[in-house]
Each structure stands twice: as structure tokens, then as C-alpha cells.
């Protein structure tokens, strides 16, 4: 992926480890949109790693943060 990517990421902890993405977040990701109910982990992790962390509480809202945040040639993501 060469352009930027808005992720989405969230829902209920499985016990991910989000150290395998971190270098691929801290490259591409200038927004990482929360969604979900466990959020303040990927807050937590990510915090000072990506430009800006948006949480959400569903995947309506989560959409419409990534659209906001996202310029045109980036790639919104869900994961």
C-alpha cells in the first residue's frame, strides 16, 4: 500500500496483539478510528503512534469518522 490508510479497528477484545501492525500503523495510518465496546485498549496502545485516534460506538459512526478524515487516493480500512 502506498497511500494512506484510515483503519478501523474495534469491536470486542480477542486478545490481539497489535504489536504485529504497529511498524505498517506508524507508516500508513494518519487516523485510527476505535470502535466498540474495548476501546480504551487501542487507545492505549496506539496512542503517539498515528496523528489522531477518533473513538466510536458503532460501525455507522465509525464509517462516517473514517469519511471525514479520509482525503481522496487514501484507503478506509476495516479490520
Known amino acids: 500500500m502506498t497511500n494512506r490508510v484510515i ?3 474495534g469491536g470486542v477484545d480477542k486478545g490481539n496483539d497489535y504489536s504485529q501492525i ?7 495510518v494518519p487516523t ?3 470502535m466498540g465496546k474495548d ?4 487507545v ?3 496512542a503517539g503512534k498515528v496523528g489522531q485516534i477518533v473513538e466510536t460506538d458503532s460501525m455507522e459512526a465509525a464509517v462516517r469518522e473514517s ?3 479520509a482525503k481522496l487516493g487514501d484507503t478506509v480500512l476495516l479490520s
Open 32 to 34: 485510527l478510528v476505535c
Open 44 to 46: 492505549e496502545f496506539f
Open 22 to 28: 504497529e511498524a505498517l500503523v506508524k507508516s500508513k
Open 39 to 42: 476501546n480504551h485498549k487501542l
Open 7 to 9: 483503519l478501523i479497528l
Open 67 to 69: 469519511f471525514k478524515h
